[in-house]
């Protein structure tokens, strides 16, 4: 199993905001979107934690943008868990596109 997750994004209309890039909130709805797939991936599914009463909610967001992204970029987000220390984790994430890149960190605590 891999370590790091990887999750194919591609900026459409919807995310593009009057200034004609992507619009922040949109990177933080992809950061929740790699999150699930991945824990997916490794059969915690929504359903699964619901049985358990229990689910991962961000408590901290930090993200660094270092480049805007535009319509029809394709990207990759990375994502992993960094830490997990009882009922809180760290996940982190990456976004590139053509070897550059946007990093972001998304702190979430289980409840």
Avoid at 71 to 98: A, H, I, N, P
Avoid at 105 to 110: A, I, L, R
Wanted: hydrophobic content about 35%; overall charge positive; proline content about 2%.
């Amino acid at each position: 199993m891999e370590r790091i997750f990887r999750f194919p994004i591609k900026v459409g209309k919807e995310s593009i905001d009057v200034l004609g890039h992507t619009n922040n909130k949109e990177y933080l709805r992809w950061m929740e979107e790699a999150a699930l797939a991945h824990s997916d991936s490794l059969g915690w599914t929504m359903g699964r934690y619901l049985k358990i009463g229990k689910v991962f909610v961000a408590s901290t967001h930090k993200i660094e943008y270092l480049r805007p992204t535009f319509e029809g970029d394709e990207l990759t987000m990375l994502t992993w868990v960094e830490t997990m220390d009882g009922s809180k984790s760290r996940r982190c994430f990456y976004l590139k596109r053509d070897n550059k890149g946007t990093s972001a960190q998304k702190v979430g605590d289980m409840l």
